[in-house]
Protein backbone atom coordinates (compact mmCIF):
# COMPACT_ATOMS: atom_id res chain seq x y z
CA UNK A 1 0.00 0.00 0.00
CA UNK A 2 2.66 2.22 1.15
CA UNK A 3 4.48 1.75 -1.74
CA UNK A 4 1.66 2.18 -4.17
CA UNK A 5 0.83 5.47 -2.31
CA UNK A 6 4.45 6.62 -3.44
CA UNK A 7 4.06 4.95 -6.97
CA UNK A 8 0.83 7.30 -7.41
CA UNK A 9 2.03 10.60 -6.16
CA UNK A 10 5.04 10.34 -8.41
CA UNK A 11 2.75 10.03 -11.21
CA UNK A 12 0.72 12.73 -10.03
CA UNK A 13 4.14 14.66 -9.37
CA UNK A 14 4.64 13.39 -13.17
CA UNK A 15 1.57 15.07 -14.71
CA UNK A 16 0.76 18.08 -12.22
CA UNK A 17 1.54 21.84 -14.28
CA UNK A 18 1.95 23.41 -10.80
CA UNK A 19 3.68 22.14 -7.38
CA UNK A 20 1.57 19.94 -5.26
CA UNK A 21 1.47 20.38 -2.11
CA UNK A 22 0.34 18.33 0.60
CA UNK A 23 -3.22 19.35 0.63
CA UNK A 24 -3.91 19.07 -2.90
CA UNK A 25 -2.54 15.79 -2.77
CA UNK A 26 -4.48 14.60 0.13
CA UNK A 27 -7.51 15.64 -1.90
CA UNK A 28 -6.85 13.76 -4.85
CA UNK A 29 -5.77 10.18 -2.75
CA UNK A 30 -8.81 10.89 -0.19
CA UNK A 31 -8.22 7.21 1.73
CA UNK A 32 -4.33 8.16 2.55
CA UNK A 33 -3.37 11.15 5.72
CA UNK A 34 -1.12 13.21 5.69
CA UNK A 35 1.45 11.50 7.46
CA UNK A 36 1.48 9.04 4.73
CA UNK A 37 1.85 11.34 1.83
CA UNK A 38 4.78 13.51 4.09
CA UNK A 39 6.83 9.99 4.23
CA UNK A 40 6.11 9.07 0.33
CA UNK A 41 7.40 12.71 -0.05
CA UNK A 42 10.08 11.96 1.65
CA UNK A 43 11.24 9.01 0.10
CA UNK A 44 10.78 10.43 -3.91
CA UNK A 45 12.75 13.22 -1.73
CA UNK A 46 15.65 10.55 -1.78
CA UNK A 47 14.92 9.14 -4.82
CA UNK A 48 15.13 12.48 -6.70
CA UNK A 49 17.87 13.55 -4.66
CA UNK A 50 20.56 16.00 -6.56
CA UNK A 51 22.73 14.19 -8.33
CA UNK A 52 20.60 10.58 -9.20
CA UNK A 53 19.72 11.90 -12.72
CA UNK A 54 19.09 14.43 -15.04
CA UNK A 55 16.10 15.63 -12.80
CA UNK A 56 15.08 16.57 -9.15
CA UNK A 57 12.12 16.98 -6.77
CA UNK A 58 12.47 20.28 -5.03
CA UNK A 59 9.98 22.14 -2.79
CA UNK A 60 8.69 25.18 -4.15
CA UNK A 61 5.41 27.35 -3.13
CA UNK A 62 4.77 25.07 -0.74
CA UNK A 63 4.59 21.90 -2.91
CA UNK A 64 6.99 19.63 -4.47
CA UNK A 65 7.83 19.67 -8.06
CA UNK A 66 9.94 17.95 -10.72
CA UNK A 67 13.03 20.34 -12.27
CA UNK A 68 15.46 19.71 -14.59
CA UNK A 69 19.17 20.55 -13.21
CA UNK A 70 20.56 24.42 -14.10
CA UNK A 71 23.12 23.08 -15.97
CA UNK A 72 21.80 21.03 -18.50
CA UNK A 73 19.87 24.26 -19.51
CA UNK A 74 21.63 24.62 -22.51
CA UNK A 75 20.56 21.36 -24.22
CA UNK A 76 16.98 21.81 -22.94
CA UNK A 77 16.71 25.57 -24.98
CA UNK A 78 17.90 23.20 -27.62
CA UNK A 79 15.02 21.05 -27.57
CA UNK A 80 12.24 23.69 -26.46
CA UNK A 81 11.85 27.45 -27.65
CA UNK A 82 12.07 28.64 -24.02
CA UNK A 83 9.68 31.65 -22.95
CA UNK A 84 11.95 33.73 -20.50
CA UNK A 85 10.62 36.02 -18.35
CA UNK A 86 12.29 38.74 -19.12
CA UNK A 87 12.09 41.71 -16.64
CA UNK A 88 13.51 45.17 -16.66
CA UNK A 89 15.41 46.63 -13.55
CA UNK A 90 12.35 48.99 -12.90
CA UNK A 91 10.16 45.54 -12.74
CA UNK A 92 12.70 43.87 -10.75
CA UNK A 93 13.27 46.54 -8.27
CA UNK A 94 9.56 47.11 -7.78
CA UNK A 95 9.42 42.76 -7.85
CA UNK A 96 11.81 43.40 -4.62
CA UNK A 97 10.01 46.18 -3.07
CA UNK A 98 6.95 43.85 -2.86
CA UNK A 99 8.37 40.44 -2.26
CA UNK A 100 10.53 41.93 0.99
CA UNK A 101 7.77 44.61 2.30
CA UNK A 102 4.27 42.70 1.71
CA UNK A 103 1.72 43.81 1.71
CA UNK A 104 2.41 47.39 0.17
CA UNK A 105 0.26 50.14 -1.42
CA UNK A 106 2.01 51.57 -4.63
CA UNK A 107 2.72 54.82 -2.45
CA UNK A 108 5.07 52.92 -0.33
CA UNK A 109 6.55 51.16 -3.47
CA UNK A 110 6.75 54.57 -5.45
CA UNK A 111 8.01 56.23 -2.05
CA UNK A 112 11.59 53.53 -2.17
CA UNK A 113 12.02 53.84 -5.70
CA UNK A 114 11.34 57.55 -6.06
CA UNK A 115 9.78 57.48 -9.28
CA UNK A 116 6.05 56.57 -10.54
CA UNK A 117 5.43 52.75 -10.53
CA UNK A 118 1.87 52.64 -12.39
CA UNK A 119 3.29 51.01 -15.50
CA UNK A 120 5.69 48.46 -13.70
CA UNK A 121 3.17 47.11 -11.40
CA UNK A 122 0.55 46.66 -14.57
CA UNK A 123 3.18 44.80 -16.11
CA UNK A 124 3.85 42.62 -12.94
CA UNK A 125 0.01 42.13 -12.17
CA UNK A 126 -0.33 41.03 -16.05
CA UNK A 127 2.55 38.29 -15.85
CA UNK A 128 1.01 37.05 -12.68
CA UNK A 129 3.89 37.71 -10.56
CA UNK A 130 2.05 40.12 -7.98
CA UNK A 131 -1.76 40.03 -7.18
CA UNK A 132 -4.21 42.93 -5.60
CA UNK A 133 -4.98 41.44 -2.02
CA UNK A 134 -7.51 43.92 -1.26
CA UNK A 135 -7.84 47.21 -0.11
CA UNK A 136 -6.50 49.44 2.58
CA UNK A 137 -8.89 51.00 4.83
CA UNK A 138 -7.24 54.39 4.93
CA UNK A 139 -8.45 57.27 3.01
CA UNK A 140 -8.49 56.66 -0.59
CA UNK A 141 -8.40 53.21 0.15
CA UNK A 142 -5.86 52.76 -1.98
CA UNK A 143 -5.24 48.87 -3.07
CA UNK A 144 -2.81 46.38 -1.73
CA UNK A 145 -0.21 44.41 -3.27
CA UNK A 146 1.14 40.95 -2.60
CA UNK A 147 3.29 38.19 -4.33
CA UNK A 148 1.39 35.64 -5.91
CA UNK A 149 2.33 31.76 -5.82
CA UNK A 150 3.57 32.04 -9.00
CA UNK A 151 6.53 34.47 -8.22
CA UNK A 152 7.64 31.81 -5.76
CA UNK A 153 7.41 29.00 -8.63
CA UNK A 154 9.52 30.95 -11.09
CA UNK A 155 12.17 32.14 -8.40
CA UNK A 156 12.67 28.62 -7.36
CA UNK A 157 11.58 29.36 -3.39
CA UNK A 158 10.00 27.32 -1.12
CA UNK A 159 7.83 30.31 0.20
CA UNK A 160 8.75 34.08 1.50
CA UNK A 161 10.82 33.12 4.20
CA UNK A 162 12.91 31.55 1.60
CA UNK A 163 13.72 34.88 -0.13
CA UNK A 164 17.71 35.44 0.16
CA UNK A 165 18.34 38.18 2.62
CA UNK A 166 19.61 41.61 0.84
CA UNK A 167 22.66 42.99 1.72
CA UNK A 168 22.89 45.88 4.37
CA UNK A 169 25.11 48.79 4.23
CA UNK A 170 27.34 48.87 7.40
CA UNK A 171 27.71 51.31 9.63
CA UNK A 172 31.20 52.80 9.47
CA UNK A 173 32.51 52.01 13.17
CA UNK A 174 34.47 55.78 12.52
CA UNK A 175 31.40 57.04 11.09
CA UNK A 176 30.56 60.23 13.57
CA UNK A 177 27.10 60.57 12.55
CA UNK A 178 24.78 58.28 15.01
CA UNK A 179 23.74 54.63 14.20
CA UNK A 180 20.72 54.36 11.56
CA UNK A 181 18.86 51.37 12.73
CA UNK A 182 17.66 49.29 10.11
CA UNK A 183 13.99 49.54 11.48
CA UNK A 184 11.36 48.43 8.18
CA UNK A 185 10.37 51.85 7.07
CA UNK A 186 6.72 51.23 5.60
CA UNK A 187 4.86 49.47 8.01
CA UNK B 1 20.82 71.48 -30.64
CA UNK B 2 17.36 72.98 -31.51
CA UNK B 3 14.92 72.75 -28.80
CA UNK B 4 12.03 69.81 -29.52
CA UNK B 5 14.36 68.26 -32.18
CA UNK B 6 17.02 66.08 -29.88
CA UNK B 7 15.23 64.55 -26.96
CA UNK B 8 16.59 61.77 -24.87
CA UNK B 9 14.32 59.79 -22.36
CA UNK B 10 15.88 60.05 -18.72
CA UNK B 11 15.38 56.95 -18.43
CA UNK B 12 18.14 55.14 -20.45
CA UNK B 13 20.32 57.08 -17.81
CA UNK B 14 19.07 57.60 -14.56
CA UNK B 15 15.74 55.47 -13.66
CA UNK B 16 14.53 57.87 -11.04
CA UNK B 17 16.08 61.18 -8.61
CA UNK B 18 16.97 57.80 -6.50
CA UNK B 19 19.27 56.59 -9.13
CA UNK B 20 21.16 59.72 -9.75
CA UNK B 21 21.78 60.22 -6.16
CA UNK B 22 23.13 56.57 -5.76
CA UNK B 23 25.58 57.27 -9.12
CA UNK B 24 26.51 60.60 -7.75
CA UNK B 25 27.37 58.69 -3.71
CA UNK B 26 29.90 56.12 -5.35
CA UNK B 27 30.96 58.58 -8.00
CA UNK B 28 32.74 60.56 -4.94
CA UNK B 29 32.88 57.71 -3.11
CA UNK B 30 31.67 58.72 -0.13
CA UNK B 31 29.85 57.16 2.75
CA UNK B 32 26.20 56.99 2.86
CA UNK B 33 26.30 57.81 6.89
CA UNK B 34 28.40 60.71 6.11
CA UNK B 35 26.95 62.57 2.96
CA UNK B 36 28.80 65.56 2.28
CA UNK B 37 25.42 67.20 1.51
CA UNK B 38 26.99 70.42 0.06
CA UNK B 39 28.93 68.57 -2.60
CA UNK B 40 26.03 66.31 -3.07
CA UNK B 41 23.71 68.98 -3.80
CA UNK B 42 25.50 71.22 -6.11
CA UNK B 43 26.57 68.23 -7.85
CA UNK B 44 22.93 66.85 -8.08
CA UNK B 45 21.92 70.40 -9.69
CA UNK B 46 24.59 70.66 -12.23
CA UNK B 47 23.21 67.65 -13.20
CA UNK B 48 19.39 68.80 -13.42
CA UNK B 49 20.79 71.80 -15.11
CA UNK B 50 22.54 69.97 -17.41
CA UNK B 51 19.67 67.87 -18.11
CA UNK B 52 17.71 70.61 -18.84
CA UNK B 53 20.14 72.31 -21.62
CA UNK B 54 20.88 68.65 -23.32
CA UNK B 55 16.47 68.56 -23.67
CA UNK B 56 16.40 65.50 -21.51
CA UNK B 57 13.00 65.15 -20.76
CA UNK B 58 12.84 64.26 -17.04
CA UNK B 59 10.49 63.47 -14.65
CA UNK B 60 9.19 66.35 -11.61
CA UNK B 61 10.49 63.48 -8.91
CA UNK B 62 13.74 64.98 -9.73
CA UNK B 63 13.14 68.41 -8.71
CA UNK B 64 10.63 67.27 -5.78
CA UNK B 65 14.57 65.05 -4.74
CA UNK B 66 16.33 68.29 -5.34
CA UNK B 67 13.97 70.32 -2.81
CA UNK B 68 14.63 67.53 -0.84
CA UNK B 69 18.61 68.02 -0.82
CA UNK B 70 18.61 71.96 -0.71
CA UNK B 71 16.71 71.48 2.49
CA UNK B 72 18.78 69.39 4.15
CA UNK B 73 21.92 71.61 3.36
CA UNK B 74 19.97 74.69 4.41
CA UNK B 75 19.47 72.88 7.99
CA UNK B 76 23.03 71.82 8.17
CA UNK B 77 24.20 75.46 8.21
CA UNK B 78 22.01 76.64 11.07
CA UNK B 79 23.83 74.99 13.98
CA UNK B 80 21.34 73.02 16.30
CA UNK B 81 20.51 74.46 19.46
CA UNK B 82 20.85 71.43 21.45
CA UNK B 83 22.75 69.17 19.07
CA UNK B 84 22.56 66.06 21.07
CA UNK B 85 19.01 65.40 20.60
CA UNK B 86 18.66 66.46 17.64
CA UNK B 87 18.46 63.95 14.45
CA UNK B 88 21.14 64.45 11.47
CA UNK B 89 19.20 66.18 8.71
CA UNK B 90 21.07 63.84 6.27
CA UNK B 91 18.92 60.91 7.52
CA UNK B 92 16.32 62.15 5.96
CA UNK B 93 17.71 60.88 2.63
CA UNK B 94 19.94 58.41 4.06
CA UNK B 95 17.13 56.05 5.20
CA UNK B 96 15.19 55.90 1.83
CA UNK B 97 18.50 55.79 0.10
CA UNK B 98 19.59 52.45 2.42
CA UNK B 99 16.04 51.10 1.99
CA UNK B 100 16.26 51.64 -2.08
CA UNK B 101 19.88 49.91 -2.19
CA UNK B 102 18.81 47.08 0.02
CA UNK B 103 15.95 46.50 -2.36
CA UNK B 104 18.55 47.09 -5.35
CA UNK B 105 20.61 44.29 -3.62
CA UNK B 106 17.57 42.28 -3.47
CA UNK B 107 16.74 42.37 -6.67
CA UNK B 108 20.06 41.75 -7.77
CA UNK B 109 19.44 38.53 -5.31
CA UNK B 110 16.82 37.14 -7.35
CA UNK B 111 18.24 37.47 -10.56
CA UNK B 112 20.69 35.08 -9.58
CA UNK B 113 18.18 32.51 -8.56
CA UNK B 114 17.46 29.19 -10.80
CA UNK B 115 14.81 30.95 -12.61
CA UNK B 116 11.82 28.72 -13.98
CA UNK B 117 12.01 28.56 -18.16
CA UNK B 118 15.04 29.70 -17.98
CA UNK B 119 18.03 27.75 -15.96
CA UNK B 120 15.46 25.25 -14.85
CA UNK B 121 12.55 23.66 -16.41
CA UNK B 122 9.21 21.58 -14.69
CA UNK B 123 7.94 18.46 -16.54
CA UNK B 124 6.00 19.26 -19.49
CA UNK B 125 3.85 16.25 -19.82
CA UNK B 126 0.99 16.70 -22.98
CA UNK B 127 -2.33 17.17 -20.87
CA UNK B 128 -4.23 15.96 -24.09
CA UNK B 129 -3.35 12.16 -23.59
CA UNK B 130 -5.45 12.46 -20.20
CA UNK B 131 -8.22 14.69 -20.61
CA UNK B 132 -10.96 13.10 -22.83
CA UNK B 133 -12.73 16.86 -23.17
CA UNK B 134 -10.73 19.25 -24.93
CA UNK B 135 -11.08 22.74 -23.71
CA UNK B 136 -10.92 25.40 -26.10
CA UNK B 137 -8.88 28.31 -24.77
CA UNK B 138 -9.15 28.10 -21.20
CA UNK B 139 -7.59 31.08 -19.30
CA UNK B 140 -6.85 30.79 -15.49
CA UNK B 141 -8.62 33.63 -14.39
CA UNK B 142 -7.84 35.87 -10.88
CA UNK B 143 -8.72 39.24 -10.41
CA UNK B 144 -6.33 40.79 -12.60
CA UNK B 145 -8.18 39.10 -15.75
CA UNK B 146 -11.15 40.02 -15.03
CA UNK B 147 -10.03 43.83 -14.61
CA UNK B 148 -8.18 43.47 -17.95
CA UNK B 149 -11.24 41.56 -19.56
CA UNK B 150 -13.32 44.31 -18.44
CA UNK B 151 -10.92 47.32 -19.42
CA UNK B 152 -10.90 45.79 -23.05
CA UNK B 153 -14.30 46.10 -23.17
CA UNK B 154 -14.52 49.51 -22.03
CA UNK B 155 -12.03 50.72 -24.72
CA UNK B 156 -14.67 48.97 -27.53
CA UNK B 157 -17.66 50.73 -26.28
CA UNK B 158 -18.23 54.67 -27.07
CA UNK B 159 -17.92 56.64 -24.84
CA UNK B 160 -21.63 57.90 -24.01
CA UNK B 161 -22.10 54.34 -23.15
CA UNK B 162 -19.22 54.33 -20.57
CA UNK B 163 -20.46 54.11 -17.12
CA UNK B 164 -19.43 56.35 -14.26
CA UNK B 165 -17.13 54.80 -11.55
CA UNK B 166 -17.67 56.00 -8.08
CA UNK B 167 -16.72 54.58 -4.76
CA UNK B 168 -20.32 54.96 -3.81
CA UNK B 169 -22.15 53.29 -7.10
CA UNK B 170 -20.26 50.34 -6.06
CA UNK B 171 -21.71 50.81 -2.25
CA UNK B 172 -24.85 50.47 -3.38
CA UNK B 173 -24.59 47.72 -5.55
CA UNK B 174 -22.45 45.92 -2.79
CA UNK B 175 -25.84 46.61 -0.28
CA UNK B 176 -28.09 45.29 -2.85
CA UNK B 177 -26.61 41.97 -3.03
CA UNK B 178 -25.93 42.59 1.11
CA UNK B 179 -29.59 42.73 1.36
CA UNK B 180 -30.68 39.64 -0.82
CA UNK B 181 -28.01 37.53 0.87
CA UNK B 182 -30.16 38.59 4.33
CA UNK B 183 -33.57 38.01 2.08
CA UNK B 184 -32.62 34.67 0.55
CA UNK B 185 -32.24 33.48 4.62
CA UNK B 186 -34.40 34.48 6.38
CA UNK B 187 -37.00 35.66 3.82
CA UNK B 188 -37.82 38.87 5.58
CA UNK B 189 -35.79 41.61 7.11
CA UNK B 190 -36.73 45.12 9.56
CA UNK B 191 -35.54 48.22 8.11
CA UNK B 192 -34.02 48.59 11.42
CA UNK B 193 -31.69 45.34 11.36
CA UNK B 194 -30.41 46.44 7.90
CA UNK B 195 -29.45 49.71 9.15
CA UNK B 196 -28.34 48.90 12.81
CA UNK B 197 -25.22 47.13 11.73
CA UNK B 198 -23.82 50.52 9.34
CA UNK B 199 -21.31 52.61 11.06
CA UNK B 200 -20.70 55.32 8.87
CA UNK B 201 -22.94 57.89 7.23
CA UNK B 202 -22.30 57.22 4.02
CA UNK B 203 -22.84 53.58 4.18
CA UNK B 204 -26.49 54.58 5.54
CA UNK B 205 -27.06 56.18 2.49
CA UNK B 206 -26.06 53.43 0.65
CA UNK B 207 -28.20 51.17 2.30
CA UNK B 208 -30.99 53.34 1.76
CA UNK B 209 -30.03 53.60 -2.00
CA UNK B 210 -30.05 49.71 -1.92
CA UNK B 211 -33.17 49.41 -0.42
CA UNK B 212 -35.40 52.03 -2.88
CA UNK B 213 -33.51 50.50 -5.93
CA UNK B 214 -34.49 47.00 -4.94
CA UNK B 215 -38.03 48.09 -4.31
CA UNK B 216 -38.32 49.51 -7.81
CA UNK B 217 -37.05 46.74 -9.30
CA UNK B 218 -39.85 44.64 -7.54
CA UNK B 219 -37.89 42.27 -6.05
CA UNK B 220 -39.17 43.32 -2.20
CA UNK B 221 -42.24 44.96 -0.86
CA UNK B 222 -42.46 46.85 2.18
CA UNK B 223 -44.81 46.41 4.96
CA UNK B 224 -44.71 48.60 7.87
CA UNK B 225 -47.22 47.72 10.86
CA UNK B 226 -49.79 49.66 11.87
CA UNK B 227 -49.54 48.76 15.89
CA UNK B 228 -45.88 48.86 16.41
CA UNK B 229 -44.58 50.66 13.22
CA UNK B 230 -41.82 48.16 12.34
CA UNK B 231 -41.42 48.15 8.80
CA UNK B 232 -40.43 44.97 6.81
CA UNK B 233 -38.62 44.18 3.71
CA UNK B 234 -40.33 40.74 2.07
CA UNK B 235 -38.47 39.08 -0.85
CA UNK B 236 -40.46 38.57 -3.67
CA UNK C 1 30.39 11.60 -19.55
CA UNK C 2 27.86 8.78 -20.79
CA UNK C 3 26.57 9.36 -17.14
CA UNK C 4 26.21 12.74 -18.00
CA UNK C 5 24.76 12.02 -21.39
CA UNK C 6 21.98 10.07 -19.38
CA UNK C 7 20.95 12.62 -17.37
CA UNK C 8 20.93 15.16 -19.96
CA UNK C 9 18.48 12.96 -22.08
CA UNK C 10 16.58 12.08 -18.61
CA UNK C 11 16.04 16.07 -18.23
CA UNK C 12 14.71 16.33 -22.12
CA UNK C 13 12.69 13.51 -21.60
CA UNK C 14 11.26 15.29 -18.54
CA UNK C 15 10.80 18.39 -20.42
CA UNK C 16 9.52 17.62 -24.30
CA UNK C 17 5.99 17.90 -24.60
CA UNK C 18 6.40 14.66 -27.48
CA UNK C 19 8.23 11.47 -27.63
CA UNK C 20 11.29 12.17 -28.50
CA UNK C 21 13.49 10.36 -31.14
CA UNK C 22 17.05 9.20 -31.49
CA UNK C 23 17.55 11.55 -34.23
CA UNK C 24 16.19 14.64 -32.44
CA UNK C 25 18.56 13.74 -29.56
CA UNK C 26 21.33 13.61 -31.97
CA UNK C 27 20.59 17.25 -33.04
CA UNK C 28 21.15 18.79 -30.10
CA UNK C 29 23.50 16.89 -28.10
CA UNK C 30 25.75 16.76 -30.95
CA UNK C 31 28.82 15.57 -29.60
CA UNK C 32 27.01 12.46 -28.82
CA UNK C 33 26.81 9.72 -31.40
CA UNK C 34 23.68 7.31 -32.18
CA UNK C 35 25.22 4.07 -30.37
CA UNK C 36 26.10 6.56 -27.41
CA UNK C 37 22.70 7.65 -27.15
CA UNK C 38 20.85 4.29 -27.63
CA UNK C 39 23.09 2.99 -25.10
CA UNK C 40 21.84 6.18 -22.66
CA UNK C 41 18.44 5.88 -23.79
CA UNK C 42 18.67 1.28 -22.91
CA UNK C 43 19.27 2.48 -19.13
CA UNK C 44 17.24 4.81 -18.91
CA UNK C 45 14.51 2.40 -20.00
CA UNK C 46 15.80 -0.26 -17.11
CA UNK C 47 15.82 2.89 -14.84
CA UNK C 48 11.98 3.43 -15.61
CA UNK C 49 11.16 0.33 -15.84
CA UNK C 50 7.46 -1.46 -15.16
CA UNK C 51 7.29 -2.06 -11.83
CA UNK C 52 10.35 0.71 -10.27
CA UNK C 53 7.84 3.79 -9.95
CA UNK C 54 4.61 5.51 -10.67
CA UNK C 55 5.97 6.22 -14.07
CA UNK C 56 7.84 4.45 -17.03
CA UNK C 57 9.64 4.91 -20.07
CA UNK C 58 7.83 3.75 -23.10
CA UNK C 59 8.72 3.63 -26.91
CA UNK C 60 5.92 5.51 -28.75
CA UNK C 61 5.85 6.51 -32.31
CA UNK C 62 9.13 6.26 -32.99
CA UNK C 63 11.03 8.06 -29.50
CA UNK C 64 10.80 7.81 -25.99
CA UNK C 65 8.36 9.26 -23.54
CA UNK C 66 7.95 8.92 -20.25
CA UNK C 67 4.02 7.58 -19.07
CA UNK C 68 2.01 6.81 -16.03
CA UNK C 69 0.56 3.84 -15.46
CA UNK C 70 -2.48 3.05 -16.60
CA UNK C 71 -3.89 1.67 -13.07
CA UNK C 72 -3.32 5.03 -11.66
CA UNK C 73 -5.87 6.92 -14.25
CA UNK C 74 -8.31 7.39 -11.53
CA UNK C 75 -6.06 9.75 -9.54
CA UNK C 76 -4.51 11.51 -12.45
CA UNK C 77 -8.28 12.53 -13.46
CA UNK C 78 -8.96 13.98 -10.33
CA UNK C 79 -5.62 16.08 -10.60
CA UNK C 80 -6.19 17.42 -13.87
CA UNK C 81 -10.19 17.95 -13.77
CA UNK C 82 -10.47 21.74 -14.45
CA UNK C 83 -11.44 24.33 -11.33
CA UNK C 84 -13.50 26.84 -10.33
CA UNK C 85 -11.08 29.88 -11.49
CA UNK C 86 -10.85 28.45 -15.45
CA UNK C 87 -13.07 30.23 -17.88
CA UNK C 88 -13.24 30.65 -21.86
CA UNK C 89 -12.66 33.98 -23.05
CA UNK C 90 -15.85 34.96 -23.77
CA UNK C 91 -17.09 33.95 -19.85
CA UNK C 92 -14.84 35.87 -18.39
CA UNK C 93 -15.82 39.17 -20.48
CA UNK C 94 -19.58 38.62 -19.21
CA UNK C 95 -18.66 37.79 -16.37
CA UNK C 96 -16.84 41.08 -15.67
CA UNK C 97 -19.39 43.19 -17.04
CA UNK C 98 -21.93 41.97 -14.77
CA UNK C 99 -19.44 42.26 -11.98
CA UNK C 100 -18.98 46.30 -12.85
CA UNK C 101 -22.21 46.79 -14.01
CA UNK C 102 -24.60 45.10 -11.38
CA UNK C 103 -27.52 44.35 -11.59
CA UNK C 104 -27.84 44.06 -15.13
CA UNK C 105 -30.56 42.36 -17.75
CA UNK C 106 -29.46 40.33 -20.18
CA UNK C 107 -29.99 42.75 -23.34
CA UNK C 108 -27.15 45.53 -21.67
CA UNK C 109 -24.69 42.56 -21.54
CA UNK C 110 -25.56 41.58 -25.35
CA UNK C 111 -25.67 45.54 -25.67
CA UNK C 112 -22.34 45.87 -25.06
CA UNK C 113 -20.84 42.50 -25.92
CA UNK C 114 -22.15 42.45 -28.98
CA UNK C 115 -23.16 39.34 -29.02
CA UNK C 116 -26.00 36.33 -27.81
CA UNK C 117 -24.67 35.47 -23.85
CA UNK C 118 -27.57 33.45 -23.31
CA UNK C 119 -25.06 30.35 -23.15
CA UNK C 120 -21.99 31.97 -21.50
CA UNK C 121 -24.69 33.34 -18.78
CA UNK C 122 -26.39 29.81 -18.04
CA UNK C 123 -22.78 28.41 -17.86
CA UNK C 124 -21.60 31.27 -14.67
CA UNK C 125 -24.99 30.53 -13.30
CA UNK C 126 -24.11 27.12 -13.35
CA UNK C 127 -20.93 27.69 -11.74
CA UNK C 128 -22.42 29.92 -8.87
CA UNK C 129 -21.07 32.86 -10.24
CA UNK C 130 -23.92 34.84 -11.07
CA UNK C 131 -27.27 34.82 -10.10
CA UNK C 132 -30.75 35.98 -10.56
CA UNK C 133 -31.70 38.85 -8.18
CA UNK C 134 -35.40 39.03 -9.83
CA UNK C 135 -36.85 40.94 -12.61
CA UNK C 136 -37.20 44.20 -13.89
CA UNK C 137 -40.64 45.65 -14.52
CA UNK C 138 -40.39 46.59 -17.88
CA UNK C 139 -41.98 44.82 -20.46
CA UNK C 140 -40.79 41.41 -20.99
CA UNK C 141 -40.18 41.48 -17.27
CA UNK C 142 -36.42 40.56 -17.95
CA UNK C 143 -34.06 38.26 -15.39
CA UNK C 144 -31.66 41.09 -13.41
CA UNK C 145 -27.75 39.44 -12.90
CA UNK C 146 -26.09 40.28 -10.27
CA UNK C 147 -22.47 38.17 -9.09
CA UNK C 148 -22.84 36.12 -6.28
CA UNK C 149 -20.84 35.47 -2.92
CA UNK C 150 -18.90 32.50 -4.41
CA UNK C 151 -18.05 35.23 -6.75
CA UNK C 152 -15.99 37.19 -4.01
CA UNK C 153 -14.34 33.85 -2.40
CA UNK C 154 -13.21 32.69 -6.07
CA UNK C 155 -11.42 36.61 -6.42
CA UNK C 156 -10.39 36.73 -3.29
CA UNK C 157 -12.50 40.04 -2.35
CA UNK C 158 -14.32 41.19 1.22
CA UNK C 159 -16.76 42.92 -1.01
CA UNK C 160 -17.41 44.47 -3.83
CA UNK C 161 -15.78 47.75 -3.01
CA UNK C 162 -12.62 46.13 -2.93
CA UNK C 163 -13.23 45.50 -6.69
CA UNK C 164 -10.77 47.55 -8.21
CA UNK C 165 -11.69 49.72 -11.10
CA UNK C 166 -10.20 49.73 -14.53
CA UNK C 167 -8.90 53.02 -13.63
CA UNK C 168 -6.75 51.87 -11.18
CA UNK C 169 -5.18 49.24 -13.09
CA UNK C 170 -4.42 51.71 -16.08
CA UNK C 171 -1.13 52.00 -16.74
CA UNK C 172 0.23 55.81 -16.58
CA UNK C 173 1.31 56.56 -20.11
CA UNK C 174 4.11 59.29 -18.56
CA UNK C 175 4.82 56.59 -15.91
CA UNK C 176 8.45 55.07 -15.75
CA UNK C 177 8.73 54.24 -19.18
CA UNK C 178 8.74 50.40 -18.81
CA UNK C 179 8.56 49.90 -22.33
CA UNK C 180 11.70 52.02 -23.04
CA UNK C 181 13.62 50.15 -20.83
CA UNK C 182 12.71 46.68 -21.63
CA UNK C 183 16.08 45.39 -22.30
CA UNK C 184 16.41 41.49 -21.25
CA UNK C 185 17.52 41.08 -17.83
CA UNK C 186 18.53 37.34 -17.72
CA UNK C 187 20.32 37.07 -20.67
Same mark, same amino acid.
Given at each position: ??????????? #?? #? &?????????????????????????????????????????????????????????????????????????????????????????????????????????????????????????????????????????????????????????????????????????? #??? | ????????????????????? &???????????????????????????????????????????????????????????????????????????????????????? #??????????????????????????????? &????????????????????????????????????????????????????????????????????????????????????????????????
Amino acid at each position: MTKDLTNIIES #LL #L &VADAPLSVERIKKIITSADTAEIKDALEELLRKYGEGKGGFVLREIAGGYQFRTLPEYMEWIKRLIQPNPLRLSRPALETLSIIAYNQPVIRSDIEHIRGVDSGGVLRMLLERKLVKVLGRKEIPGRPLIYITTKHFLEVFDLKNLKDLPTPKEMEAQPDSSSEKITQKP #LFE | MANGFYQVKLSHVFEGPMDLL &VHLINKNEVDIYDIPIAQITDQYLEYIDLMKSMNIDFAGDFIIMAATLTHIKSKMLIPSINDKEDEDPRLEIARPLLEYLRMKSAAEL #LVERNILGQDTFAGNINKKDYIIKPEDEIID &VGLFELIDAFQKILKNIPVDYRLDFTGEKISVKDKISEIISILEVKGSVTFFELFSANVGKSEIVATFLAILEIVKLDIVRIVQYAQTGIIRLFYL
